[in-house]
């Protein structure tokens, strides 16, 4: 089982590689930290050579996932991933009920019992596949919604695990 939720996709462009990377280029914003920012551009992050790792430049929940690919002779391939902030902000989450149990078991004067573990990790489970899985359908959609836009992607097919 993976902590974060990744995917993995293949596409094939419109047109030229060097025109759909110029118009990335033009669409990015520069930016190693990957971080949300007011901006009148699509993106925010690095557009080299025939690699790109971008976050959506929409305030709030645009850097939640951050695209990394390349482009080779009209064909790409995008990872999709959780940013890493974010990755560390989850984690943190995910402790809170081991955390609750600890704190059971140190200032409870009742008599521990396995279900307080039992509930401890269901609340672990919900909150990977519940919340954080539904996020980052839900923002890696929008994203690379606007990646093929910008890029004029023709045929985008996800690459099975």
Not at 17 to 23: G, K, P
Request: with cysteine; glycine share 4%.
């Amino acid at each position: 089982m993976k902590l974060f939720p990744t995917s993995d996709y293949t596409f094939k462009i419109i047109g030229e590689e060097t025109n759909a990377l110029d118009r990335l280029q033009r669409r990015t914003e520069f930016s190693e930290s990957l971080t949300s920012k007011i901006t009148d551009k699509s993106f925010r992050g690095i557009v080299k050579n025939n690699t790109f790792r971008i976050i959506s430049s929409e305030i709030g929940k645009g850097a939640f996932c951050v695209l990394t690919g390349e482009i080779k002779n009209q064909n790409g391939q995008v990872h999709v991933e959780i940013n890493k902030a974010f990755r560390i902000i989850l984690s943190i989450f995910l402790c809170f009920p081991f955390l609750g149990i600890i704190s059971q078991i140190i200032f409870s004067e009742e008599k521990f019992t396995i279900i307080f573990v039992v509930v401890a990790i269901l609340q672990v489970v919900m909150i990977r596949y519940f919340f954080i899985e539904l996020a980052f359908r839900r923002f890696y959609k929008s994203s690379l919604n606007k990646l093929s836009d910008v890029l004029d992607i023709e045929q985008l097919e996800k690459i099975k695990a």
